[in-house]
C-alpha cells in the first residue's frame, strides 16, 4: 500500500482518479487469470495470486513501463506444470524461481533488454492480434457455457458497447464500461438464484477464490522455498529456462506496450530486466508463481485509460485487500461477464480494422503479420514469434544486416543544428540505432533529417520517426525539419527544407548502412 501512496503523490489530480478506475478494471480481469494459471500450473490456487499481488505492487514500483502489468503469465504454465513434476515438489521449484530472478536481474545489467528494439512492428501487431484470437477461443466456452452464461455475456457485451459508443456514457469517467458490466453480471446471476431459475450459473462457472477463515489459514497458504535443492542441477536448468522464457515474453510485451502508450513514451528494457528479476526473486520467496508482463493485463489497462504506473500498482494493492477483506463476494462474479470483457479486448486486437491497416501497409508488412498470427494461434507466443520473424527478415533484411552508426551525445551541445543523413536503404535493423540517435538529442537543438538519398525506409523507422515528431522533440524542444521524404511515406508533420539548409548544417550524422 505503501508503495501506491508514493506513486499517488507524484501523478496529478487528473490521472489520479483514471489510473485508480483502470487498476480496478485490471484487477477484474487479473483475479480470475491468477487463479486460473495456477490451476492449469499445477501449483497452488493461493501462489497465483502472490505473483499477481508482486507482479501489481513490487514490479510496478520499480518498472519505468507507464502502462504495463506483471503478473503470473499463461504462457509459463506448461513450463511450470512439467518443472513441478521433474523436481519432486513445488518448495523445489520455488527455489528455481528465486534462481531466475536473479538471473533475470544479471541480464538486466548486462544491457540483454535492447533485444526487443530489433523486432519489426509488423511481428509484434500479429502478436498482438495472435493473442487477440487466442482471448477469444479460450474465453467463448465462459461466455457460452450454458443459456444463463449466454443472457449474462450478452449483457455484459451490450453495456460494454453502449459505454464505447453512447456519447454520454462514453465521456464519463466515473465507472468504467467493464466496471458496469461486472456488476450486471453479479446482479443477473442473483436475481437468477433468488427467483430459483435454471439460469443461475454453479459454482464452476464463478470466481473461485480461496476464504481463509483467519489469519493463521491465510499465512498457512504461503509456501517456504527449500533453499537446501540449491545443489540440484535440474533446479538450475529450470531456473535457466524461466529466466529465459519470461525475459523473451516480456520484452514483446513492453515493445507491444510502449506502441499502445498514447503518450509514445520509451521503456527502458534493461531496467524492465531488473525489475522483472527482482520481482520473481520476491514471488519465489514469497511461495508465487513466476511473474512477466502480461499482454492481455496490459492491453485491459490501456484500454481502461491508464496514463501512469500507478494503475497497476493500485490492481496489485486491490488483489491484496480482496484476499484480506471480501473474498466471499468476490466469489460472485460470473466468469461470462469477465468473459466479456475479454472478448471486447481480443476484438480490439484482432478485429478486421486491425488486418485493413496491415494490408493497406503493403505485403511486406501484411504477409509477416499474418504468419505471426497463424503461428501464435497454432504453436504459442515464442514459437509464433520466431516463424514470424523469420519470415519478416526473409522480406526485409534482402542481404543489408549492418548496423547504422551512432553518435555521442557529448559532441554535440544545446542550440546546433544536426543534420542526420539516412542512408540508401533503411531497414529495421537500423531501427535501435536510430532510436538510439533521437533519444540522445540534446535539448533546444535544430535537427535535419535528410531522406534525399534514401530509396527504401522500413515501416518501423517510418513509425519511429513520426513518433518522435509528434512527442519526443516536442518534450525537448527540438526544432526537427524533414527532407526528400517521399509522399507515401505520409508523414505528416514533414516541413521539408532545401538542400542548401541542409549543407549549412554544421554537423552531419550520416546514418548508413
Known sequence: MTAVI???????????????????????????????????????????????????????????????????????????????AGLGSFESFLLAVILAGLMQLAMGYAKAGVFSSYLPSNVIEGMLAGIGVIIFLKQWPYATSSTGAIIIALVSLAILIAWNSVPFLSKQKVVPGALASVAAGIALNEAFKAAGSGLALPQQYLVNLPVPASFTDLFAQFTRPNFSAIGNPEVWIVAATIAAVASVETLLCIEAADKMDPLKRYTDTNNELKAQGIGNVVSGLLGGLPITSVIVRTTANASSGAKTKLSTIAHGAFLLAAI???????????????????????????????????????????????????????????????????????????????????????????????????????????KAAIKRVLADLPERCRVIIDASRTGYIDHDVLELIRDFLKSGSRDKGIQVRLMGFKTEYKIDDARHVTSQAAQNAPNNVAMRN
Open 324 to 430: 484480506l477483506t471480501i473474498p466471499t463476494f468476490l466469489n460472485k462474479i460470473p466468469l461470462a461477464c469477465l468473459a466479456a470483457v475479454l472478448l471486447m479486448i481480443g476484438y480490439k486486437l484482432a478485429g478486421p480494422a486491425v488486418f485493413k491497416r496491415m494490408w493497406s501497409n503493403g505485403k511486406f508488412q501484411f504477409a509477416p503479420f499474418l504468419v505471426t498470427v497463424v503461428a501464435i494461434v497454432a504453436t504459442d507466443l515464442l514459437k509464433g514469434v520466431a516463424i514470424g520473424l523469420a519470415v519478416s527478415v526473409l522480406f526485409i533484411l534482402k542481404g543489408n544486416m549492418k548496423l547504422a552508426y551512432d553518435f555521442r551525445k557529448e559532441e554535440h551541445h544545446e542550440g546546433e543544428t544536426i543534420n542526420i543523413e539516412l542512408a540508401q536503404e533503411v531497414s529495421f535493423l537500423n
Open 6 to 84: 508514493l506513486v499517488a503523490m507524484k501523478s496529478n489530480s487528473e490521472s489520479l482518479k483514471t489510473d485508480l478506475l483502470a487498476g480496478l478494471v485490471v484487477f477484474l480481469v487479473a483475479l480470475p487469470l491468477c487463479l486460473g494459471i495456477a490451476l492449469a500450473s499445477g501449483a497452488p490456487l493461493f501462489a497465483g495470486i502472490i505473483a499477481g499481488i508482486v507482479g501489481g505492487i513490487v514490479v510496478g514500483f520499480l518498472s519505468n513501463s507507464p502502462i504495463s502489468v506483471s503478473g503470473p503469465a499463461a504462457g509459463l504454465a506448461a513450463i511450470v506444470l512439467t518443472s513441478i
